[in-house]
């Protein structure tokens, strides 16, 4: 077979004992049980070293045969942040004038959201994701992709821990639709916005919708055979 396979070692890793691998487990539980979604921003700003660290971590995620369909375009610019918002709220008014339908309108009261977005201003930086739904070459060809939305989505998972573990606040936000993010941030047709992830530190005073904190159990989200 006519292949580039290469291998290399793994990197090194601690070997770890039953005992230490469950005590980092529980203190990665006790950490990320802290994060949650914020619509309370301060304005106070985020160095753009700490944005660009998160993002390499992001770029580690794994991808469909390693393509890594991935853009982040970050944004803390404030006229483009204010044209981004302008848009947005045009798509919200829209959905909760009645084109999410009734079903779906009734379950985010408990959450407390409507179609005012001030965050997308507040918040000193934006990160619009984007999937590439198939890649082009140097010679203008295509180069398909493969698992785009999963292989973004778990990137985006890894970008929310990165930051959360920096000391940030972010909140997932996902006007629909948002091809208005093509236009303004001036990416091309072969991407499709994925999530506008709000990023910065909460406002002094955030609150969280309580019914926010209501997690399942472990017994209705996993089951061991």
């Not at 990320?32 to 985020?46: E, G, L, N, W």
């Not at 493969?146 to 936000?173: C, K, Q, W």
């Not at 047709?189 to 997690?215: C, D, Q, W």
Request: with cysteine; proline share 7%.
């Amino acid at each position: 077979m006519d292949y580039n396979y290469d291998p290399i070692p793994l990197p090194a890793r601690p070997a770890l004992s039953a005992e230490e691998s469950l005590a980092r487990a529980e203190a990665f539980y006790a950490q990320i049980k802290q994060r949650h979604s914020v619509r309370h921003f301060s304005d106070a700003p985020v160095d753009r070293a700490v944005i660009e660290s998160c993002l390499r971590a992001a770029g580690t995620a794994p991808s469909g045969a390693n393509h890594q369909p991935w853009h982040f375009a970050c944004v803390s610019d404030p006229a483009t942040k204010r044209e981004i918002r302008l848009a947005a709220e045009k798509e919200e008014r829209e959905f909760y004038g009645g084109k999410a339908g009734d079903e779906w309108l009734d379950d985010l009261k408990d959450l407390g959201t409507d179609a005012d977005k001030p965050f997308l201003e507040i918040a000193p930086w934006l990160i619009a994701i984007f999937v590439e739904r198939y890649g082009v070459n140097e010679d203008g060809s295509k180069q398909k992709n493969y698992y785009t939305a999963e292989s973004v989505g778990i990137a985006t998972g890894f970008l929310i821990n990165a930051l959360h573990e920096a000391g940030l606040a972010t909140l997932t936000h996902t006007p629909n639709p948002m091809k208005f993010l093509n236009q303004i941030l001036d990416r091309p047709s072969n991407e499709r916005p994925y999530i506008l992830l709000v990023v910065g530190h909460p406002a002094a005073n955030a609150m969280i919708p309580r019914a926010a904190t209501v997690k399942k159990s472990l017994e209705e989200i996993a089951s061991f055979i």
